[in-house]
């Protein structure tokens, strides 16, 4: 658990103090988003097939240090850094797919997430997938920001 709070504290200074690339709403819908996507994912995956879980089997109040937490942060630097460029996206989201499996791995180690029936391979594939979910979601937010703001 320390291992948690201290990652929590230096993710969320980081996505607080860096200098944002896109707007607070687009900051505000992308991150709720992806709180939703994670509650959804974890709903099936973790309570309904219990493939996975955070600390103990079933609800845990502790995993909303998850939620409200890391992915938040996540996101925005996710989002933040995301590539133009259509050729380097597909090397940003294999970076942070390491990134992701790595954590995921010492969250492992540290007795905040476990394995119930799950294999790293599997997240190996469902990382990048969730990543892409999250650009596209981003630009829909971002194309109906432009949209809006030239329509008034």
């Not at 259509?86 to 499996?101: D, E, N, P, Q, S």
Request: with cysteine; net charge positive.
């Amino acid at each position: 658990m320390v291992f948690l709070i201290i990652l929590m504290i230096v993710l969320n200074l980081f996505a607080f103090l860096m200098p944002k690339k896109f707007s607070g709403i687009e900051m505000l819908c992308t991150t709720l988003f992806a709180m939703y996507l994670e509650l959804i994912v974890n709903l099936f995956l973790d309570l309904k097939y219990d493939l996975f879980g955070y600390f103990t089997k079933g609800v845990d109040w502790k995993a909303l240090c998850y939620l409200f937490g890391i992915y938040p942060a996540i996101n925005i630097t996710f989002i933040n850094f995301f590539p133009n460029r259509f050729r380097t996206r597909f090397l940003y989201i294999a970076g942070w797919t390491i990134v992701a499996m790595v954590f995921e791995f010492l969250f492992i180690m540290t007795g905040t997430f476990y394995y119930n029936g799950w294999k790293p391979v599997y997240s190996a594939i469902a990382y990048p997938i969730l990543f892409c979910i999250l650009a596209l979601f981003y630009q829909l937010v971002h194309l109906l920001l432009l949209k809006y703001t030239l329509n008034r």
